[in-house]
């Protein structure tokens, strides 16, 4: 699994495309922050939905893997002036929490980890450190975007400052997909730096993962797809869960 080293660096630009708003809606329809104030965002990557939750007045915590996405986040916390704790923690292996209101798994984290025992392992200890009544909100690329969607590459990408080259190629597991990347970004001098990631994430049909959630003892499952309120379709390609402790 890509720790995201150099990738942390032109993150935010990439992901541009994401609706964050959209997301946080979501969770603030069903868990406002006048109830379910600690919220914990694991995979919070640069802080971009963490700073948000904090402006809506959740009290924020964030984990990720990424030292480097973690200093990005840092920094953006200090200039924005908000206190939001981080913890470095591979996800599967979360501890230190408990009596949480909320914790999101946001924009597919869960599929970088690898083996669906991990995925259970995460799925468990979330479960452990959520409130009686809290939730958890996570998405997961869909069996259609890893299968054919993603096999469409190569992807490219350039805007006069970053420029990127994107090859997938099917994993051994079932649904599962390597990236390879290769970027070229602008430096001060006006030069182009080139520096390669490599990236490996893997999905499951909806069933498994309602039979891992059920596993760890969530019960009322809620499943959408697309950043909507639609059930999922043969052709969806984010599929969303929320489920209640």
């Known amino acids: 699994m890509s ?11 990439l992901m541009t495309d994401i609706p964050y708003d959209d997301y946080i ?30 402006a809506l007045g959740y009290e924020v915590s964030g984990v990720d893997l990424s030292e480097e996405m973690l200093t990005i986040a840092a920094e953006r916390f200090m200039l924005q002036g908000i206190d939001v704790p981080l913890f470095c923690m591979s996800m599967d ?3 230190g929490f408990e009596n949480l209101d909320v914790i999101t798994i946001p924009i597919d984290s869960i599929n970088y980890v690898q083996e669906q025992e991990e995925v259970q392992q995460t799925l468990s200890r979330v479960y452990q450190s ?8 996570f998405d997961v690329h869909s069996l259609f975007k890893m299968d054919e969607i993603f096999m469409n590459s190569p992807f490219t990408y350039d805007d006069g400052e970053i420029t990127y080259l994107w090859v997938t190629e099917a994993g051994n ?31 499951y ?20 797809a697309d ?12 599929i969303f869960f929320r489920a209640i402790k």
């Open 227 to 238: 950043f909507s309120s639609k059930a999922p379709t043969e052709e969806s390609e984010r």
């Open 173 to 203: 597991a079932p649904h599962s997909v390597h990236h390879d990347m290769v970027f070229y970004v602008q430096q001060d001098n006006r030069l182009f730096e080139r520096f390669e990631e490599y990236h490996y994430q893997r999905t």
């Open 130 to 137: 959520l409130r009686l009544g809290g939730q958890l909100f």
């Open 25 to 54: 809606h979501w969770i603030a329809k069903y868990a406002p922050a006048t109830e379910y104030k600690k919220l914990l965002d694991i995979g919070c990557g640069t802080g971009t939905m963490a700073a948000e939750f904090a």
């Open 93 to 95: 292996e979360l501890e």
């Open 205 to 224: 049909d909806i069933q498994t993962y309602v039979n891992m959630l059920q596993q760890a003892g969530f019960t009322d499952i809620t499943i959408t």
């Open 3 to 13: 720790s995201y080293g150099r990738f942390a660096e032109v993150y935010d630009t």
